[in-house]
Nanobody, 127 residues
Framework: QFKLVESGGALVQPGESLRLSCAAT????????IGWFRQAPGKEREEVSC????????NYADSVKGRFTISRDNAKNVVYLQMNSLKPEDTGVYYC????????????????????WGKGTLVTVSS
């Protein structure tokens, strides 16, 4: 059974860092582009970042560019989201997602749609 599990969310102060992890079970991530999304209270879910299956291509929302870094370790079947210089507006539930088929690039994943989602991990940035 395909499953994605996020971890690493916490309550932190502005300016601090967190690293989120997205672990896959039931399938290998090697051939999948993976995206990180977030949903703030009262807002729609938005894409934060995406990484190609090889890790060679990444993209970021303008709001997190220069602060967040997405990476992956295919040997460990995990995708990470390093978040630095966190701001209160980064608060939300963070989800990782994969397309339903082994699609290697982010544009293709966006085209086909993300079918597998984790349950999310809560990040709260507050003083």
């Amino acid at each position: 059974q395909f499953k994605l599990v996020e971890s690493g969310g916490a309550l932190v102060q502005p300016g601090e860092s967190l690293r989120l992890s997205c672990a896959a079970t039931g399938f290998t991530l090697d051939y999948y582009a993976i995206g990180w999304f977030r949903q703030a209270p009262g807002k729609e879910r938005e894409e934060v970042s995406c990484i190609s299956s090889s890790g060679g291509s990444t993209n970021y929302a303008d709001s997190v560019k220069g602060r967040f870094t997405i990476s992956r370790d295919n040997a460990k079947n995990v995708v990470y989201l390093q978040m630095n210089s966190l701001k209160p507006e980064d608060t939300g539930v963070y989800y990782c997602a994969a397309p339903g088929e082994p699609v290697p690039t982010c544009p293709m994943a966006k085209h086909y749609g993300m079918d597998y989602w984790g349950k999310g991990t809560l990040v709260t940035v507050s003083s």
